[in-house]
């Protein structure tokens, strides 16, 4: 995922198989045809119980946002394989971290929308400049493939003096794309 910050350096969030899939961070040259290695980090890896269901461990599909000078690292945890497979994000005031996960994490999983494998998406915004996350499913609760796209609509709240904002997604607004049968 690449990110352009405000002060004009550009950040690749990716991930590295060490141990599990885990996430991190460089920062790119200006003609993004290579990443300053010196600047390498890591960002996330799935140590929490929601990400962890199997023996698997596996952090990806790194998405950052930045809301009110707060950066959200927005990721999936568990084999896309797994019915596990969810959503989560961490916070940080810069775009290497350190990050804090979100203590309300998963915010997308099977229970919330009643879909196995939810997860490894994208935002967006609307042409209203609404919030959306797409993003993939199981086919169904018996099969993995082919995997479906979906699309649940997604809002910042208000920043407080304790806490920053806190990203939620309506479960009333998800649906999938497209369903081939």
């Given at each position: ?8 350096k550009i950040y690749i ?80 005031d810069s775009p290497i ?85």
């Open positions: 995922y690449i990110f352009f910050d405000d002060d004009g969030y990716y991930v590295k198989l060490s141990g599990g899939n885990k996430i991190h961070v460089a920062e790119m040259n200006e003609d993004l045809t290579a990443i300053k290695q010196e600047t390498s980090l890591l960002c996330i890896e799935a140590t929490d119980g929601w990400e962890v269901t199997d023996r698997i461990r596996v952090a990806e599909g790194p998405t950052v946002l930045k809301q009110e000078g707060k950066y959200y690292l927005f990721y999936s945890t568990n084999h896309f394989e797994n019915r596990d497979y969810a959503v989560g994000y961490a916070v940080s971290g350190p990050w804090t996960k979100f203590n309300g994490n998963p915010i997308l999983n099977r229970e919330m929308i009643g879909a196995y494998g939810t997860g490894h998406g994208d935002f967006f915004k609307d042409k209203n400049g609404e919030y959306r996350y797409v993003f993939h499913t199981h086919y169904d609760n018996s099969r993995v493939q082919p995997r479906l796209t979906a699309i649940i609509n997604g809002e910042f709240s208000a920043a407080s003096s304790q806490s920053p904002p806190v990203m939620s997604l309506d479960r009333e607004t998800f649906k999938y794309l497209l369903i081939n049968n």
